[in-house]
């Protein structure tokens, strides 16, 4: 893989850097992803699984998804993409991720700037009076309830709500102000998250994908990587480690 000679020039100059992430970059790390040909929105339906009136009509199931899903997250680690990107920080004055992933993972990487757009299903909260969870939960009956009575969820954005507010605006003002804005393993169809990389070609960033296939916005990207997270990521930062000492 050449590392473009146009994103080099980009990179020797810029100094706000933005990863947009998708479930693709913590593919690498054993979590899989939503769509695709093993993607989990192809044998699940996100209406049964993933949406408030789901979870009213049988909070068991869903919990007993969300259990699974945590215990395959507990079991992995961040792995050689999300370590790039930690990287990324000693050579430039600002790096901020931006991701859709619920995993935690580019936290527990150590990335100090991280925007969660939906949610991070390590934390919990009570839909009756908001109280929150965030250690372990007790289940009676296959469900958490709150002292107040009221059935516990967890903290993740499910179809049809809201995206958390702040981490919305500080992902837009990231994204309006990045130089170079790497869009990482999203399939880029869900939104508003994906209208992000049209804020970025907007205003004027150094678009740069790195995806195993082909998305939605491809075309309207400066650069595409074809390949793996975990390994096209170091290999640029390999690159960039030449260039700016
Ligand atoms: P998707 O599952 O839609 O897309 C994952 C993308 O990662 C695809 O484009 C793959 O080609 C790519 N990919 C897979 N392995 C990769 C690798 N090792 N390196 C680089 N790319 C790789 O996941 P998202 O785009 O994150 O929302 O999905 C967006 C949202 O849809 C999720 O946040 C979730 C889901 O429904 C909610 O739960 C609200």
Redesign the pocket.
């Known amino acids: 893989m050449e590392v473009d000679s146009r994103l080099i020039n980009k990179l020797k100059e810029a100094e706000k850097i933005v990863f947009f992430?998708?479930?693709?970059?913590s593919?690498?790390s054993g979590i899989p992803?939503?769509?695709?040909e093993d993607?989990?929105?192809n044998k699940l339906s996100?209406e049964e699984l993933?949406n408030f009136n789901a979870f009213m009509r049988n909070p068991k199931l869903v919990w007993e998804w969300y259990q699974y899903r945590k215990n395959i997250i507990h079991n992995s680690k961040p792995n050689a993409?999300h370590y790039a990107m930690v990287e990324f920080e000693k050579y430039f004055p600002s790096v901020t991720v931006i991701t859709?992933?619920?995993d935690n993972l580019h936290k527990r990487a150590g990335s100090k700037i991280v925007y969660e757009?939906?949610g991070n299903i390590e934390r919990n909260f009570c839909i009756k009076c908001k109280k929150r969870y965030d250690t372990e939960l007790e289940f009676l009956d296959g469900i958490p309830k709150c002292d107040c009575g009221g059935m516990i969820r967890p903290d993740?954005?499910?179809?049809g709500e809201y995206l958390p507010a702040d981490q919305l605006k500080n992902s837009e003002l990231a994204t309006i102000s990045s130089d170079v804005f790497f869009v990482?393993?999203?399939?880029?169809?869900?939104y508003p998250?994906?209208g992000l990389v049209y804020t970025a070609r907007q205003y004027g960033s150094f678009i740069v994908e790195?995806?195993?296939?082909t998305?939605e916005v491809s075309k309207i990207c400066d650069v595409n990587f074809q390949?793996?997270?975990?390994e096209?990521l170091p290999r640029i930062l390999d690159k960039l480690k030449k260039i700016k000492y």
């Open positions: 992430t998708g479930a693709g970059i593919a690498e992803t939503f769509r695709g993607g989990i929105w996100p993933a993409g859709q992933n619920v757009l939906h993740v954005v499910w179809f990482v393993g999203t399939s880029a169809v869900v998250a994906a790195v995806n195993t296939e998305t390949g793996k997270a975990g096209i």
